[in-house]
């Protein structure tokens, strides 16, 4: 069993930033791809980032420049640095990894991100 504990979720004013960890605990091993999606109310959830040991890292359009996706050097925690946030990010975050080379998927319980004046 993997655990994924967010955090750093909280409100902004727009053109602000905030900083988002997410550390897996428990049984990890062989994590291929850590993500970071959202979504909005009445919206469906989107990949906002996504960082993977074949191909790098990938943005969602609306989000290249502003965001950034890391992690740790143990691999078990990712990080997204959102920058010049905008209302239009308002959205609860969660992230996501794939692990087990690929045998299981988990999700941490989200972490609401407010950009408002």
């Known amino acids: 069993q993997v655990q994924l504990v967010e955090s750093g979720g909280g409100s902004v004013q727009p053109g602000g930033s905030l900083r988002l960890s997410c550390t897996a605990s428990?049984?990890?091993?062989?994590?291929?791809?850590m993500r970071w999606d959202r979504q909005a109310p009445g919206n469906r959830r989107e990949l906002v980032a996504q960082l993977t040991t074949a191909s790098g890292t990938i943005y969602a359009d609306s989000v290249k420049g502003r965001f950034t996706i890391s992690r740790d050097g143990a691999e078990t925690t990712v990080y997204l640095q959102m920058n010049n946030l905008k209302p239009e990010d308002t959205a609860v975050y969660y992230c996501?990894?794939?692990?087990?080379?690929?045998?299981?998927?988990?999700w941490g319980q989200g972490t609401q991100v407010t950009v408002s004046s």
């Open positions: 428990g049984h990890v091993f062989g994590i291929t791809a």
């Open positions: 996501n990894i794939d692990g087990g080379f690929g045998t299981y998927h988990y």
